[in-house]
C-alpha cells in the first residue's frame, strides 16, 4: 500500500515537473506548435467525418483536440504534463502486471518522450495502445482476453493505425510467455494475432481507404523514426513481459528498497537532463520570444531584444531569417528602417526582409508572416495568397483562416468572409474574433467606415503577383496614395539585393512622396556608393548627404578592397558594422528569390506602362540576374551574392 | 426490408424457397406459438404505424397568422424553381428572424405534408420528399414557410411554387473537387453523387500521394459504365473504361507536345476528339478577389481512334497561328463544334485579355480521315467577346457555350455568361435567368435534353458549385438551382470548388481501387498520323511557315483551299 501510495506521489511530482517543465523552458515549443495546421481543431461533425476514412485518423483528430488547448502556454503544459502522466500511470500499471515495482523503468520512456515529443501523435499512439493493453490484460480468463483482444483489433487499427502494431506484439510477447494457459493456448492466440493484424492494412488498403500501401502499414506514425524511437519501441513492447525476462536481476537490483529512490530519482534527473540538451533549441527560444513580442505589436521591445544581442547566434538557420524579419518589421513600424537596418544583421538579404527561404516546405510554413507583412502593406491579394496557398498545402491554422477571412473582408467579398468567419465560429477560443468579423459583416456601413483605409491603399497597378515579392512591393509603391512602409520595404529590398542598387536610388525620388524631407541614412549611403561606382562626380550626392555619412564613406574608400571592414565575425553573414557599404562590400547574403523570367516580365510591364526609368533598371537586373544564376548554376537557391563594384 | 416484414408475418424471405405463399402463412397463423409470436409482431408494427402517422401528420400550422407579402428569404434560393420529378429532397435554411419555423408542402393532389424546421434548417425526409415529387409530376408543389416572430407571433411568407417537370434529369453526376485559384491545383478527388439523393462516392483519389493530378472525366452519352479520364504527373496517361474493361493509353505520342486534355467522345463511341493544351495566366493584384486569370497560350485538335489506337489531326487545327480547344461532336458525329483563338505573344497582363475565341466548326470524316476547312459559328472575338465550352444538345437542335469578355478559361471570370444558339437559324440568346453577375461555365445537357447543368461560383464569387436549370422545347433555360445537400449550413462553409460536372444516367459500377489499379497500369503509347512536326524544345510547328505561307496565299485569293476560317474571320471584321 505504501508502495503504491509512493508510486502515485511520483507521477503526482512527474507531472508537476512536466508541466514546469513545458510552462518555461520549452514553453516555445507550445507557443510554435499553436501556429501550425497540428493545433487547427473544429467542433463540427465535417470536420471529425475528415478524419475517420484513413487509419489513425481518430488519433490525429483526438491530437488536434487536445493541441487547441496549446492557445494558452499554461494549458498547454497541462496537456503535455498530463499526457505524460497518464501514460506512465498506464506503464507503471503494465510493470506492475510483470511483477516489477520499480518507478524508473515505466517512466524512463515517459521522460524521453515528454521531452522529445511533447504532445505528439507518437505520445498519443504509445498511450492509446498501453491503455488498450492494460484494459485487455485486466480481464480475468484468458479466453475472453483473447476473444476482446481479436475483436477490439480491428478498431484499434481504425483508430491509431500502425500504433495497433505495439499492441499486438506486447499482447502477443506477454500471452505467450503466460503461466496461466497451456503451450498451445500460448502459441495460438498470438500466431491468430498477428494473422489478423497481417490481414488489416490489406484489407483496409484495398476495400475500406483510399491510401496507398504504405500508409495502411505505417500511418499516422512518422516514418523512418529516429533510432531512439525504435529503442523505446521495442522496450515498450517487452514491458509487460519484464518480469520474466533475463534482465530481470538488473530490474531487481533497480528495484532494491534501500537504494531505490535516490538510485532511481539519479537515473531519471540524469535521463532528462541529456534529453533536455538533446532537445533545447535556443534558436526556436529566441523565434518564439520575438514572436511573442511581435503578435502583441511591441516594436520597440522587439529592437531592444535584438540590442541585446539575442538572435545574434543563430543567423545561420531558418530562425535567422525569422529574426530578421521581426527587427526588420520592428525598424519599420518605428519609422527605421532605411535609416539604421544594416545596423542588425541581415543575414538572410531580401529572404528575410520578405520571408522568402529556398526550401518551399519552410517558406509555407512560415507564410504567415509573409502574409502578415503584406496586410500591413495593403496588398491584400498577396496577403490572401500566403494564407491560402498555406491553407492549401500544410492545412488551415488559426492564423490563415482569420487572414482569408480579414482579405475577403477588405475585398468586399462578403459572402467568403462569411464563410471563413463561420469556421472561426466553430473554434474554441477564436470566437471573438469571429464575433468581431461578423458584426463588420451584418452592419456593412461601420465595414465601410472601419475598412476605408484599407481599401484606399489597395494596389492600383497591375502586377502580377505571382511575380514575387518584388511585384508585389512594386505595385504597392506605384499606387496612387503614397504607401509609406511600402516604399520603404520597396527600397530596403532593394539596397539588400545588391543587384538592384539602380531600382534602389532611382525609387529614392520617390521618398519625398510618402513624408520624407530628407534621404534617409542608408539611402544616402547607397547614393554614394552608385555615384562612386559609376564614375560619376559624389559632388552632387554629397550635398545630399549628412556629415556622419560622408565620413564614414570616406572611412570605406580609405579601406583596402580584401579586407573586411572592422573585422567582425558578423560581417561575413550579413551583420554589418552599421553601413550600407560594408553589407554591399562584405556580406555574403542568399541571393534573392523572384520566379523565372520574372524581371523580365516586370520589366515588360513597365515598358507597356511606358515607365522607362523602371523599364531600364529592371532590364539591368534581369540580365545580372541570369548572369548570376549561369554562374551558380546547380545552388541557384542559396548561391552567395556578394556585392561586386564595378 | 422486406426481410423484416418476412420476419413479422412468417413469410419465408425469398418467395422461391418452397415455404412461401398463402396456405403457408395460414399454417403459420394457426400455429399457436407463431400465432403469439405475430399477434406480438402485429401490435408492434400497429404501434410503430400509429407513431409513424401521428410523426408524418406532422406540427400544427398555426391558425392565426400575419401573411407578408414576399418569398421567404432562403439558403439556398430555393424559390420559384422548375424541378426535376426526381431530384434530392431541396434542402434549406430560413433566413428569417424567428424563434420557430414550420414548412408545409402541398403537392399537386392537394396532399401535405408538415415539418418543423429547428434553427431554421429545413431538412427533408427522402422517402416523403419522393412521394411528394412522385405525386407532383408535371403539377406544382407548393411550399409554406412559416415563421414564430416571438410576439409578433406567426408571420407567413408568399407561397413558393414549384413547378415539377415531366422530364427527369440523369441520376448522377460525376465531379472533380478541387481547391480554387491555387498556383499549383490541389485535387481532392473524383466523386460520384446522386441526384435523386445524397449518397457521393469517391472515384478516384491521390491515394495519399501516389496520384498528382487526374481531369477531364468524359462519358460516352451519359453511360455511366463507359468513360475515360486522364492522369498526369506520376503514373500518366489517358485511362478507358468499358463496361468493367478497363485500358491505359499515353495520348502523348510523336509530335504530340502534350497528351490530350479537353476531349469528347464521337457518336460511334470510337473516335474521341480531343484538345492539346497549355495554360498561362496570372493573379492579378488589383483585382478586389485572389483569382487566377488564365488563358490557353497554346491548343491544337486531334481526333483518336480508340480501336486503332492511334492519333490524326489537320493541319488546319494543328499549328501554332491559333489555339483550338473546348472540343465536341454534334449528335450526328458530322462536326466538330470547338473554339479558337489566335496565338499570341504574352509579354504583359494586358495580353491576357486581348485572347479571345470565336466558335467554330470543322467536319471530320473519322473513317475516312477526311477533314474540312475550319468554318466560324459565331465570330466574336471581332466583338470584343470569347467564346467557350460548346455543348450541342442531344437532339441536336440548340448549342449551349460559354460567352465572356476575354480569354478561354471562363471559371474564374466573373463576365462569363451561359449562352443558347439555335443550331437551325443560327441565333443565339443570353440565358439571362440562368445567368448571374458571376463566373458560369462548363455546360453540360442531360441525357433527355430537357436539363442542363453549369458551374457557377455565384454564391461567394470563388467555389464553382453545380447548377440545374430546366430548357424548355423552345429552347428557353429557365431558373437554375444548386445542388441540394442534405445540411443546409453546408453551404456556408464550403471553400473548395466543383470542377467538370457531367451527368451519367446511374451509377459509375467501378469500385474506387479498380479505378486506382487501372491508373496504375503502364501506358500503352499512341501512334499519330498526319499532324505537323512540333519542335521539341520551342514545340512551335516545324511547317509553320510554308502553312502561313498556304495560308496567306489562300487568304488573298479569297480560296477556301488555305484557310477558310482566318478568311472569313478577317472579311468580317472588315
Keep these: 500500500m505504501a508502495g503504491r501510495r509512493a508510486q502515485w506521489g511520483a507521477l503526482l511530482l512527474f507531472a508537476a515537473a512536466a508541466w514546469l517543465v513545458y510552462d518555461q523552458l520549452l514553453a516555445y515549443r507550445i507557443a510554435l506548435q499553436y501556429q501550425t495546421p497540428a493545433a487547427f481543431f473544429l467542433f463540427t461533425r465535417s470536420f471529425l467525418l475528415q478524419w475517420l476514412d484513413h487509419p489513425g485518423g481518430l488519433l490525429l483528430y483526438v491530437g488536434r483536440f487536445l493541441r487547441q488547448f496549446f492557445h494558452f502556454i499554461w494549458a498547454g503544459a497541462l496537456v503535455v504534463g498530463l499526457m505524460s502522466t497518464v501514460l506512465g500511470a498506464v506503464l507503471v500499471f503494465l510493470a506492475r502486471r510483470a511483477g516489477n515495482r520499480s518507478l524508473l523503468l515505466p517512466l524512463l520512456p515517459c521522460v524521453y518522450l515528454l521531452i522529445i515529443h511533447a504532445a505528439s501523435t507518437t505520445v498519443l499512439g504509445v498511450l492509446m495502445a498501453a491503455a488498450f493493453l492494460a484494459a485487455c490484460m485486466a480481464l480475468r480468463g484468458a479466453a475472453i482476453r483473447h476473444l476482446v483482444a481479436c475483436l477490439i483489433l480491428p478498431l484499434l487499427y481504425w483508430s491509431i493505425g500502425a500504433f495497433a502494431w505495439l499492441f499486438v506484439l506486447s499482447l502477443c510477447l506477454s500471452e505467450a510467455r503466460s503461466e496461466s494457459v497451456g503451450w498451445r493456448h500460448r502459441l495460438a492466440f498470438p500466431l491468430i494475432l498477428v494473422l489478423e493484424a497481417l490481414l488489416l492494412p490489406p484489407i483496409a488498403y484495398r476495400w475500406l481507404f483510399p491510401i496507398s500501401w504504405h500508409t495502411a502499414w505505417l500511418a499516422p506514425m512518422r516514418w523512418p523514426p529516429v533510432p531512439l524511437d525504435w529503442v523505446l519501441f521495442a522496450y515498450l513492447a517487452v514491458l509487460p513481459v519484464w518480469g520474466t525476462l533475463p534482465v530481470v536481476p538488473l530490474s531487481r537490483w533497480l528495484g532494491a528498497p534501500r537504494r531505490s529512490a535516490v538510485l532511481q530519482a539519479g537515473i531519471l534527473l540524469c535521463a532528462t537532463a541529456v534529453l533536455l540538451a538533446q532537445a533545447y533549441s535556443p534558436g526556436l527560444r529566441i523565434v518564439a520570444r520575438y514572436d511573442r513580442l511581435y503578435h502583441a505589436q511591441r516594436w520597440e521591445a522587439i529592437l531592444t531584444l535584438a540590442n541585446s544581442g539575442a538572435g545574434a547566434t543563430t543567423t545561420a538557420g531558418v530562425e535567422g531569417a525569422m529574426v530578421q524579419f521581426f527587427v526588420d518589421h520592428a525598424l519599420c513600424r518605428t519609422g527605421r528602417l532605411l535609416d539604421s537596418m544594416f545596423q542588425y544583421p541581415q543575414p538572410w538579404g531580401t529572404r528575410g526582409l520578405v520571408l522568402d527561404l529556398p526550401s518551399y516546405a519552410d517558406d509555407v510554413r512560415l507564410a504567415e508572416y509573409t502574409s502578415d507583412l503584406f496586410y500591413t502593406l495593403e496588398h491584400i491579394n498577396a496577403a490572401y495568397r500566403c494564407a491560402y496557398d498555406q491553407c492549401v498545402v500544410q492545412g488551415r491554422t488559426y492564423a490563415n483562416v482569420l487572414r482569408l477571412a480579414q482579405c475577403s473582408l477588405v475585398n468586399g467579398d462578403d459572402a467568403l468572409a462569411a464563410k471563413y468567419v463561420t469556421v472561426l465560429e466553430h473554434t474554441l477560443f477564436h470566437r471573438d474574433q469571429a464575433q468581431r468579423l461578423r458584426r463588420l459583416l451584418t452592419d456593412p456601413q461601420r465595414a465601410a467606415r472601419e475598412l476605408s483605409a484599407q481599401r484606399r491603399l489597395l494596389p492600383t497597378v497591375e502586377l502580377d503577383v505571382g511575380l514575387g515579392n518584388l511585384g508585389a512591393l512594386l505595385a504597392l509603391a506605384r499606387g496612387r496614395v503614397p504607401n509609406r512602409m511600402a516604399m520603404e520595404y520597396l527600397i530596403a529590398w532593394c539596397l539588400l539585393d545588391k543587384q538592384a542598387l539602380p531600382l534602389a536610388v532611382d525609387e529614392m525620388l520617390a521618398l519625398r512622396r510618402v513624408g520624407y524631407t530628407q534621404l534617409p541614412v542608408h539611402c544616402q549611403e547607397a547614393l554614394l556608393l552608385w555615384c562612386w561606382a559609376r564614375g560619376t562626380s559624389l559632388k552632387r550626392a554629397r550635398k545630399l548627404c549628412a556629415p556622419g555619412v560622408l565620413r564614414s564613406f570616406d572611412r570605406f574608400l580609405r579601406q583596402p578592397d580584401a579586407a573586411a571592414p572592422s573585422a567582425t565575425e558578423g560581417s561575413s553573414a550579413g551583420g554589418g558594422a552599421g553601413t550600407y557599404m560594408d553589407y554591399y562590400a562584405y556580406s555574403m547574403v542568399p541571393a534573392s528569390y523572384v520566379p523565372a523570367h520574372g524581371f523580365q516580365r516586370l520589366a515588360d510591364e513597365f515598358l507597356a506602362r511606358a515607365d522607362t526609368v523602371a523599364f531600364r533598371d529592371l532590364l539591368v537586373q534581369a540580365r545580372l540576374h541570369r548572369r548570376s544564376r549561369a554562374r551558380n548554376r546547380g545552388h541557384p537557391q542559396r548561391s552567395a551574392a556578394t556585392g561586386s563594384l564595378p | ?574
Design chain 2, 1 to 574: 426490408m422486406s426481410r423484416i416484414w418476412s420476419n413479422l408475418f412468417g413469410e419465408p424471405t425469398h418467395p422461391a424457397s418452397g415455404a412461401g405463399g398463402p396456405a403457408a402463412r395460414v399454417r403459420l397463423m394457426t400455429h399457436p406459438v407463431a400465432s403469439r409470436r405475430q399477434m406480438r409482431s402485429a401490435v408492434r408494427v400497429t404501434v410503430i404505424g400509429l407513431w409513424g402517422l401521428v410523426a408524418c401528420a406532422g406540427p400544427e400550422i398555426p391558425s392565426q397568422v400575419r401573411t407578408v407579402d414576399r418569398p421567404p428569404a432562403l439558403s439556398p434560393d430555393y424559390v420559384d424553381l422548375i424541378i426535376p420529378p426526381n431530384i434530392a429532397p431541396l434542402n434549406f435554411h430560413i433566413r428569417e428572424a424567428g424563434t420557430e419555423f414550420v414548412v408545409r408542402y402541398t403537392d399537386a393532389h392537394g396532399r401535405e405534408v408538415r415539418q418543423r424546421c429547428p434553427n431554421g434548417d429545413c431538412r427533408m425526409n427522402v422517402g416523403a420528399w419522393r412521394r411528394l415529387l412522385a405525386r407532383s409530376r408535371g403539377g406544382v408543389l407548393l411550399v409554406d414557410v412559416y415563421a414564430h416572430e416571438g410576439d409578433l407571433g406567426w408571420v407567413r411568407f408568399r407561397r413558393i411554387t414549384h413547378k415539377v417537370a415531366v422530364d427527369s434529369i440523369d441520376a448522377y453526376i460525376v465531379y472533380r473537387l478541387l481547391t480554387p485559384n491555387r498556383q499549383v491545383a490541389t485535387i481532392k478527388g473524383v466523386y460520384q453523387r446522386s441526384l435523386e439523393g445524397f449518397a457521393r462516392q469517391r472515384l478516384i483519389s491521390e491515394r495519399d500521394g501516389t496520384f498528382q493530378c487526374f481531369n477531364c472525366h468524359t462519358f460516352y452519352r451519359h453511360d455511366p459504365s463507359r468513360f475515360f479520364f486522364h492522369v498526369r504527373g506520376a503514373h500518366a496517361g489517358t485511362v478507358f473504361i468499358n463496361h468493367g474493361k478497363t485500358r491505359k493509353v499515353d495520348t502523348r505520342a510523336g509530335t504530340m507536345y502534350r497528351p490530350i486534355a479537353y476531349a469528347a467522345w464521337h457518336p460511334d463511341g470510337r473516335h474521341i476528339a480531343g484538345t492539346l493544351n497549355e495554360f498561362a495566366g496570372c493573379f492579378p493584384a488589383t483585382e478586389r478577389r485572389y483569382f487566377s486569370h488564365t488563358v490557353e497560350k497554346r491548343g491544337d485538335l486531334v481526333v483518336y481512334d480508340l480501336d486503332a489506337n492511334r492519333i490524326t489531326t489537320d493541319a488546319s487545327v494543328f499549328g501554332d497561328d491559333f489555339v483550338e480547344t473546348h472540343p465536341c461532336w454534334s449528335p450526328d458525329g458530322y462536326w466538330i463544334y470547338f473554339v479558337r483563338s489566335r496565338e499570341q505573344a504574352l509579354i504583359t497582363h494586358c495580353d491576357l485579355d486581348s485572347f479571345r475565341a470565336d466558335l467554330m466548326r470543322i467536319h471530320c470524316d473519322v473513317e475516312r480521315n477526311q477533314w474540312g476547312p475550319p468554318e466560324t459559328v459565331l465570330a466574336c472575338a471581332a466583338q470584343g467577346r470569347s467564346a467557350a465550352f460548346p455543348r450541342p444538345s442531344p437532339d441536336g437542335r440548340f448549342l449551349a457555350f460559354i460567352l465572356s469578355s476575354r480569354g478561354t478559361y471562363p471559371i474564374t471570370e466573373p463576365s462569363s455568361q451561359l449562352c443558347l444558339m439555335n443550331l437551325g437559324t443560327g441565333a443565339w440568346v443570353l440565358a439571362d435567368s440562368a445567368n448571374s453577375a458571376f463566373s458560369e461555365s462548363y455546360p453540360r445537357w442531360s441525357a433527355n435534353g430537357r436539363w442542363m447543368s453549369f458551374l457557377s461560383n455565384r454564391g461567394d464569387a470563388r467555389s464553382a458549385l453545380p447548377y440545374f436549370a430546366y430548357v424548355d422545347r423552345c429552347g428557353t433555360v429557365h431558373r437554375p438551382f444548386v445542388l441540394p445537400q442534405h445540411d443546409p449550413s453546408w453551404f456556408t462553409e464550403f471553400t473548395d470548388s466543383y470542377n467538370t460536372v457531367e451527368l451519367v444516367r446511374g451509377r459509375v459500377p467501378l469500385s474506387e481501387y479498380a479505378l486506382f489499379r487501372a491508373m496504375r497500369k503502364d501506358a500503352v503509347p499512341a501512334s499519330i498520323q498526319g499532324a505537323p512536326q512540333v519542335d521539341a524544345v520551342t514545340q512551335a510547328t516545324i511547317r509553320r511557315r510554308s502553312e502561313r505561307r498556304a495560308m496567306d496565299e489562300g487568304d488573298r485569293q479569297g480560296h477556301p483551299s488555305g484557310n477558310p476560317g482566318v478568311a472569313k474571320i478577317r472579311n468580317r471584321r472588315h
